[in-house]
């Protein structure tokens, strides 16, 4: 068996620093060092999108990167969306619109949606669908997903006037 390696990674602003082999996937270094379950495994080679993160702001297909091939990058899994037991703008607009049902595609949906939102914030439904190709989903037709997406852009953009209502009195 070859010798583990130190990996050192910033997962949802926290260090992780871990010995592992060289081959350890990603997926497994957040699930099984990290302790965060959030992140799905479903394929494993690339297609489903279950297992997707950012790295360093990016999506990315966490079972298809060696944990050591991102050293030092700064992850953000599902967990790091909300701000303790406070769901973000986008999660709540997936549980009000009934954006899943099982479930087991749905963080992965939300960091493709998370980097759409931060890439254009006001994006068409037809991005929005466009956006969304990169993740399979097989319990919902998709268009709670879509609806859910299009209702967090409202959220966010209310919550947005109501923040500078709230500066200018
Ligand atoms: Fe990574 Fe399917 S588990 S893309
Ligand atoms: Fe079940 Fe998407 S909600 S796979």
Redesign the pocket.
């Given at each position: 068996m070859t010798d583990k390696v130190e990996v050192i990674l910033t997962v949802n602003g926290r260090k992780f620093r871990r010995r592992v082999q060289p081959r350890y996937l990603l997926a497994d270094f957040l699930r099984h060092e990290a302790g965060l379950k959030g992140t799905h495994i479903?394929c494993e080679h690339g297609v489903c999108g279950?297992c997707t993160i950012l790295i360093d702001g990016a999506t990315a297909r966490s079972c298809l990167h060696f944990a050591i091939a991102v050293q030092g990058s700064e992850i953000t899994t599902v967990e790091g969306l909300s701000k303790g037991d406070e769901l973000n703008a986008l999660q709540t607009a997936f549980h009000e619109n009934h954006?899943?049902?099982?479930?087991?595609?749905?963080p992965g949906?939300l960091m493709t949606a998370t980097e759409l939102l931060r890439s254009s914030p006001n994006p068409s439904e037809t991005e929005i669908r466009e956006a969304l190709t990169n993740n399979?989903?097989?319990?919902?037709g998709y268009s709670n997903?879509v609806k859910s997406v299009v209702a967090a852009v409202e959220k966010i953009k209310a919550g947005v006037s109501a923040e500078k209502e709230a500066e200018h009195g």
């Open positions: 479903g279950a954006g899943l049902q099982c479930g087991f595609c749905t949906f399979i989903c097989r319990c919902t997903i």
